[in-house]
């Protein structure tokens, strides 16, 4: 183990995609499913919105 890796005496513990989406499913849950607002995107650098745009002209969502 590297000297900069957190040990497993640290309190963490690795959980797996699939229990983490279903704990955040019962979370979401049990606040009525909320809907979170998404990033205004007024920050974005050129290549960023460049990108984007590219995405979005090619058919995708982002």
């Known amino acids: ?13 690795r959980v797996s995609y699939p229990e983490f989406a279903a704990k955040l499913a019962l979370r ?3 606040l ?3 809907d979170l607002p998404r990033n205004a995107g ?5 290549s960023k919105r460049a990108l984007l745009k590219a ?3 090619a058919g995708g969502k982002w």
């Open 1 to 13: 183990m590297s000297k900069t890796s957190q040990g497993a005496d640290q309190g963490l513990r």
């Open 28 to 30: 979401r849950a049990e």
């Open 32 to 34: 009525c499913n909320p």
């Open 42 to 46: 007024t920050r974005r650098t050129p």
């Open 55 to 57: 995405i979005e002209d």
